[in-house]
């Protein structure tokens, strides 16, 4: 079974920075990737970041701006999110994809954290 929680979420002026935070309750399973999404109000949820490996990719929206990493020895994915704007605005989801042995890949989402940048 896995679990996610998430946490640094909150109320930043824009120019601020937040740094979230995704620690996953994982056993048995490798990780293949980790990642964040975000879904502003009357917008579908959109891809921010992922890291696979040592490999990163953010939405062009981001890039320059938020980093994601990861501590493989707690199983944790972070986005620092710096010179943030108010479109920034969202509930910030993190999203797991892993699998068990040579099994399927299973996609686990968190509860969300909502990021609110003030203009």
């Known amino acids: 079974q896995v679990q996610l929680v998430e946490s640094g979420g909150g109320l930043v002026q824009a120019g601020g920075s937040l740094r979230l935070s995704c620690a996953a309750s994982?056993?048995?399973?490798?990780?293949?990737?980790m990642g964040w999404y975000r879904q502003a109000p009357g917008k579908q949820r959109e891809l921010v970041a992922v890291?696979?490996?040592?490999?990163?990719n953010y939405a062009d929206a981001v890039k320059g701006r938020f980093t994601i990493s990861r501590d493989n020895a707690k199983n944790t994915a972070y986005l620092q999110m710096n010179n943030l704007k108010p479109e920034d605005t969202a509930v910030y989801y993190c999203?797991?994809?892993?699998?068990?042995?040579?099994?399927?890949?299973?996609?686990?989402w968190g509860q969300g954290t909502q990021v609110t940048v003030s203009s």
């Open positions: 999203n797991l994809n892993a699998r068990r042995g040579l099994g399927p890949f299973l996609t686990t």
């Open positions: 890291i696979s490996g040592g490999s990163t």
């Open positions: 994982i056993t048995g399973f490798s990780i293949n990737a």
